[in-house]
């Protein structure tokens, strides 16, 4: 007797469809070119300063900077406990630390921890205006904006249940509230909470296309599509198992599946004009964060403590 965990079927050199444990659902799965760079344990989220890549690396307290020519790991910077989001503000890193309840603010040149900064318990997502970072304090239902010169905290926001992933529109802070199964709207000049928009379950990473919202509900395994003028939700995409964290490459949205079965471990390609999945992208395990670098998707491996570097798609 033996435990059967997936079937798979080879159709071209890059593509292979594969039926998931359950039986359940036919997976399309692109296999192609990759660089996979080993970090340090638990890699969440990731963010390009212009040359360089930064990885947060939640189970080792730590932060890796990735030479994205050279595909090297050049530096690593020692931060607060459980760092889990990070952010570039055009000089600074700013990272959240889940469990110190605090936000480090790393130089990017010199890679030393500039200052840190408390904030609010259980410091998530993070999301950078121009002028202030902002931060989701998950356990207070909560934002700290923070200037982003002086690292002082000039204003605290309440919005819904368990806010996560943030993200900037240009005038409005996005929170994705995953204890409420709503978005919330912060307009950044008068942190007022301007609208609440409904979308899946427990909403975690979420990204602007410059027109819309795309939000990862992790619950329900589907993204939300929200535009940012009605406030309304125009399209709800199916994706893989648990999607985390998003990103936007100027045509495709990108979302990390984070619970592979087997060896689905998964990124989606979304068309953010027709809302069709274009690929699901096989990666490593638990692939938790997405950044782009202007040419290459990058995915952190959350699972098997590395970054995928995908190097094409063959059409």
């Not at 110190?100 to 950078?128: E, M, W, Y």
């Not at 309304?232 to 495709?252: C, I, K, S, Y």
């Amino acid at each position: 007797m033996f435990n059967l965990r997936e079937i798979r079927w080879k159709v071209t050199p890059h593509v292979e469809i594969t039926l998931e444990p359950d039986r359940s659902l036919l997976v399309p799965l692109h296999r192609f070119n990759q660089v996979r760079i080993p970090v340090e344990s638990n890699p969440t989220a990731a963010a390009f300063d212009g040359t360089h890549l930064w990885i947060t690396n939640s189970g080792s307290d730590s932060v890796s900077k990735i030479d994205i020519t050279t595909n090297k790991v050049v530096a690593t910077v020692r931060v607060g406990i459980n760092p889990w989001d990070i952010v570039f503000d055009g000089t600074h890193l700013w990272v959240t630390n889940l469990v110190d309840n605090t936000v480090s603010k790393i130089n990017a040149a010199t890679h030393q921890v500039a200052d840190t900064i408390a904030v609010g318990r259980s410091p998530h997502g993070l999301a950078f205006d121009g002028a202030h970072i902002w931060v989701a304090n998950m356990v207070d239902n909560q934002l700290s904006k923070i200037d982003a010169l002086t690292n002082v905290v000039v204003a605290s926001v309440e919005v819904r249940r368990w806010p996560s992933g943030l993200a900037f529109d240009g005038s409005h802070i996005w929170t994705a509230d995953s204890g409420s199964n709503t978005v919330s709207k912060v307009n950044v000049s008068n942190d007022v909470v301007v609208t609440t928009v409904v979308v899946g379950k427990a909403p975690h990473g979420i990204c602007f296309d410059g027109q819309q919202i795309w939000v990862a509900n992790s619950q329900a395994n589907n993204v939300s599509k929200v535009n940012v003028t009605t406030n309304l939700v125009t399209a709800t995409v199916q994706v893989g198992r648990e999607p985390t964290g998003v990103a936007f490459d100027g045509m495709h949205v990108w979302v990390a599946n984070k619970a592979g079965t087997g060896v689905m471990n998964t990124v989606s390609r979304i068309h953010a004009t027709s809302n069709a999945v274009t690929a699901t992208i096989g990666v490593g395990r638990e692939p938790a964060g997405v950044a782009f670098d202007g040419t290459h998707v990058w995915v952190t491996n959350f699972g098997q403590n590395s970054v995928s570097k995908i190097l094409g798609l063959p059409w």
